[in-house]
């Protein structure tokens, strides 16, 4: 089950040449520099990019576009969302919500009630699109298109108007929609942390040209996002233990144990998997177990290789910890101190407060 986009684009710098196949499931972010083409793609997959009549796209082996083929975006039953919302300025919030709901299919998993709540829209039902600020705007654009019943979100920029604590609430709001209703989702974001957060897919776009595509993990592997973001992520479960009384959580890793806050909106759900986002500037190494620290987090992993970092002074390390990869930034010095080489045994830390996370659920 695959979503697969094949078109020779001409803009304004460049020509768009993609021919990707990615997942028709899950969360897949296109990420790549400002004006490399990644709105012009998700135009061309939503069916309204102009001058894309040669493209082909097929989503889980129906043709939306091709030689002699062009369905249209409403066949398509597409959740779309533009960087700057389309609402209808002459319709109240509620009856912008209403035009998707309307036109969706009866069976209709997501329910109003529970999208309006989520979204935050019950006092604005009533109010126009220009009584909002942008990032209310946003919101209604996003959950118009959720109560479209799409079989396919696409989003661009969705929450770019939202404040910090806002934005983060969305993101882990759409990770948790798209695990619970099978509703894949593709979406542009130039906040890379949060692609980090909740996508499974990468594709990486320079000068309208696919340089990388694959999973999450490998991705954040290759450059130029690998010394762009120096970033790893842990796929880690919720510990069977009693949990502590202190809001945190224990979580485990390949066996080993470790401890974050616990986020204040996520429900308790012992079948929780929890991705963490570790930043290799937040790891620290050492060769022995440290006693009396305050880092809770101490985890045995192996060096498995390293590369100079973006600053002569700074070394990136490439671990292995509980089967899984993990970058570390240290200093030159540091590594030649502890002498550190391929294989070598190490003791991770990681202190909890530094660690982001997102919480999927059990499908």
Same mark, same amino acid.
């Given at each position: 089950m695959t979503l697969r986009v094949r078109c020779t684009l001409p803009l304004r710098h460049f020509a768009l040449a993609v021919d990707v196949t990615i997942p028709s499931q899950g969360i897949t972010a296109i990420v790549g520099p400002s004006g490399s083409g990644k709105t012009s793609l998700l135009q061309v997959i939503a069916g309204v990019q102009s001058g894309a009549a040669a493209a082909e796209v097929s989503f889980n082996g129906s043709l939306w576009q091709g030689q002699r083929c062009e369905v249209p975006l409403h066949q398509r039953r597409l959740g779309l969302v533009l960087q700057h919302p389309s609402l209808f300025p002459q319709l109240t919030v509620a009856e912008n919500l209403r035009y998707g709901w309307q036109r969706a299919p009866k069976q209709r998993p997501l329910q109003w009630h529970e999208v309006v709540q989520a979204c &935050? #829209?019950? $006092? !604005? !039902? %009533? %109010? /126009?699109? @220009? %009584? #909002? +600020? &942008? &990032? %209310?705007q946003q919101r209604v654009a996003f959950a118009r298109a959720l109560l479209a019943q799409p079989q396919l979100l696409i989003l661009d920029e969705p929450f +770019? @108007? #939202? $404040? $910090?604590? @806002?934005?983060? /609430?969305?993101?882990?709001y759409l990770r948790r929609v798209s695990d619970r209703y099978n509703l894949p989702v593709v979406w542009v974001s130039h906040q890379l942390t949060d692609v980090a957060q909740i996508s499974d897919t990468l594709v990486q776009l320079h000068e309208g040209q696919v340089i990388g595509c694959g999973p999450l993990v490998t991705e954040l592997q290759r450059e130029p996002l690998r010394s762009k973001l120096a970033l790893s992520v842990l796929e880690v479960r919720r510990s069977s233990l009693p949990q502590t009384q202190d809001h945190s959580w224990q979580l485990q890793l390949g066996g080993q144990q470790l401890v974050v806050p616990r986020p204040q909106w996520q429900q308790e759900d012992a079948d929780a998997t929890v991705r963490l986002r570790v930043f290799a500037r937040d790891v620290s190494l050492t060769r022995e177990l440290v006693a009396d620290s305050s880092v809770q987090n101490q985890l045995m992993a192996e060096v498995i290789t390293s590369y100079p970092a973006q600053h002569p002074a700074e070394r990136v390390v490439q671990l292995r910890v509980g089967g899984q990869p993990l970058l570390a930034l240290i200093t030159t010095s540091s590594w030649q101190r502890l002498d550190l080489r391929e294989g070598t045994a190490v003791v991770v830390h990681l202190k909890a407060v530094a660690l982001h996370e997102t919480f999927r659920e059990r499908l």
């Open positions: &935050g #829209l019950h $006092d !604005l !039902l %009533q %109010q /126009y699109p @220009a %009584q #909002l +600020s &942008g &990032g %209310q +770019s @108007a #939202l $404040d $910090d604590e @806002a934005r983060q /609430y969305f993101v882990n």
